[in-house]
C-alpha cells in the first residue's frame, strides 16, 4: 500500500452532478489536508483536519463539503461546481500539527473538470 | 504571515549544469523551509527542510540548500542536473507554532536540456 492514495485520478463532472474525493493514508498519521492546485497559482490550503476535528476551513465556497469519517480516510464531497473549480486536488497527512514537523505526505491528486 | 517567493516559473538547463533555484521567504517568527518536488502526474514529494542546526541541508537525489537569515533566502541548488530532475520544484515556509501550515511558493517548473 502507497503511504497516500487519492481515488479517481480524474474526473469529469457537469456543473450540477454530485461527485465525492477520497483519500486514504496508510501512515498512521492523525492529520489530514485537502489542497487545491491550479496553474500558475500557489497550493491553496483548503481544510485541516486533526483527530478528525476540522480545525482549519480556508474560506472554501460550500460547494464544497468535506469529510474526515476517521484519522485514515478523507473525502471531499462535491456538488454544484463552477468551471473555475477545474484543477487538481492533493490530498495530504502529516503526523500531529502541534509537533509540527512541517513535513506533508501527499498522494497524487484527483484532476477535476468541470465542464 | 508567511510567504514565500519564486521567480521564473520555467527554468532550463542544460543536461550536467547547475540547478539553481531561488526561493524567499518571509516571516515575523524563525520559520521551518521545506522543498518539495512534484514529478509529472504525481503528488508532492520532499526533498529536503530545514528546522534547526546546520544551515546546509542536503536532500535526497543529491541537492542541497542553504538557510540565508541575512538574505531570507532557501535556495536550491544541485551540482549537475539530470534529465530525470525535470520536474516542478515548490518552496514552502512554515511557522514555529505548533502546526502544520505551508505557504508555497508559485514553483518552478526545471525543464532539462540534452
Known amino acids: 500500500e502507497t503511504g497516500v492514495t487519492q481515488t479517481p485520478r480524474h474526473l469529469v463532472m457537469g456543473m450540477t452532478n454530485k461527485k465525492s474525493l477520497k483519500c486514504e493514508q496508510h501512515?498512521?498519521?492523525?492529520?489530514m489536508y485537502w489542497y487545491k492546485q491550479s496553474a500558475k497559482k500557489p497550493l491553496e490550503l483548503m481544510f485541516v483536519?486533526?483527530?478528525?476535528?476540522?480545525?482549519e476551513n480556508n474560506s472554501v465556497p460550500s460547494r464544497f463539503s468535506p469529510e474526515c469519517p476517521n484519522s485514515s480516510h478523507l473525502f471531499l464531497h462535491l456538488h454544484t461546481l463552477q468551471p473555475e473549480d477545474s484543477a487538481l486536488y492533493l490530498c495530504?497527512?502529516?503526523?500531529?500539527?502541534?509537533?509540527?514537523?512541517?513535513?506533508?505526505?501527499f498522494g497524487e491528486g484527483s484532476r477535476l473538470t468541470v465542464l | 504571515a508567511q510567504s514565500v517567493t519564486q521567480l521564473g516559473s520555467h527554468v532550463s538547463v542544460s543536461e550536467g549544469a547547475l540547478v539553481l533555484l531561488r526561493c524567499n521567504y518571509s516571516?515575523?517568527?524563525?520559520?521551518?523551509l521545506f522543498w518539495y518536488v512534484q514529478y509529472p502526474n504525481q503528488g508532492l514529494q520532499l526533498l529536503l527542510k530545514y528546522t534547526t542546526g546546520a544551515t546546509l541541508v542536503k536532500g535526497i537525489n543529491g541537492f542541497e540548500a542553504e538557510f540565508k537569515k541575512s538574505e531570507t533566502s532557501f535556495h536550491l541548488t544541485k551540482p549537475s542536473a539530470h534529465m530525470s530532475d525535470a520536474a516542478e520544484y515548490f518552496c514552502?515556509?512554515?511557522?514555529?507554532?505548533?502546526?502544520?501550515?505551508?505557504?508555497f511558493g508559485k514553483g518552478n517548473q526545471v525543464v532539462v536540456i540534452p
Open positions: 516571516s515575523s517568527v524563525p520559520p521551518y
Open positions: 514552502a515556509v512554515s511557522d514555529r507554532h505548533g502546526n502544520n501550515r505551508l505557504a
Open positions: 495530504a497527512s502529516s503526523q500531529d500539527p502541534r509537533e509540527n514537523t512541517g513535513e506533508l505526505f
Open positions: 483536519y486533526s483527530l478528525e476535528e476540522r480545525v
Open positions: 501512515l498512521g498519521h492523525n492529520a
